[in-house]
């Protein structure tokens, strides 16, 4: 009996950006569920066709989107960076604090905060991406994803 079954073979983006799906129809000999209708498909569904019947596609359009990808090492160096910016003038920041008063620790304590928060921050996200974590990649940081996939 008909089952109604569709099952979507590819999803491509043509070369004038519009979506095309690619499916087939399917017909299936029970399996259903207890008590699921084996009657044809509703008037103007359309189904019925046998997957012998569907046309291929053209090969021009059956390429993938995948493109090549490219660990993001400027923007890993960039984040490295304002990690050390940090850690460098957050210890000036107390020295000078200790030897002459907040006045003069007050701009290495905000300098070194402009680095260390985005530094640590980026550093994380880069780390757990490396490291796999589900929820992580390296299209998240900002200024990675056009590195990632560059073509060059």
């Known amino acids: 009996g008909w089952e109604g079954k569709i099952r979507l073979e590819s999803i491509n983006i043509g070369e004038s950006g519009r979506l095309t799906m690619r499916e087939r129809a399917v017909r299936g000999g029970g399996g259903g569920p207890p008590g699921a209708s084996t009657s044809p498909p509703p008037a103007g569904w359309g189904g019925g066709i046998p997957a012998s019947e569907i046309e291929e596609p053209e090969p021009r359009f059956g390429y993938s989107m995948r493109r090549e990808r490219h660990f993001p090492w400027k923007t890993l160096i960039l984040c490295l960076t ?46 757990r991406a490396y490291l796999g974590h589900k929820g992580f990649a390296y299209e ?12 060059s």
Request: hydrophobic content about 45%.
């Open 140 to 151: 998240q940081i900002p200024g990675a994803y056009e590195e990632v996939y560059a073509t």
């Open 82 to 127: 304002l990690t050390t910016i940090g850690l460098v003038f957050i210890p000036i920041g107390y020295f000078e604090l200790k030897k002459n008063g907040l006045s003069e620790a007050l701009p290495f304590f905000i300098l070194g905060g402009l680095g260390a928060l985005p530094g640590f921050y980026h550093t994380v996200l880069f780390t």
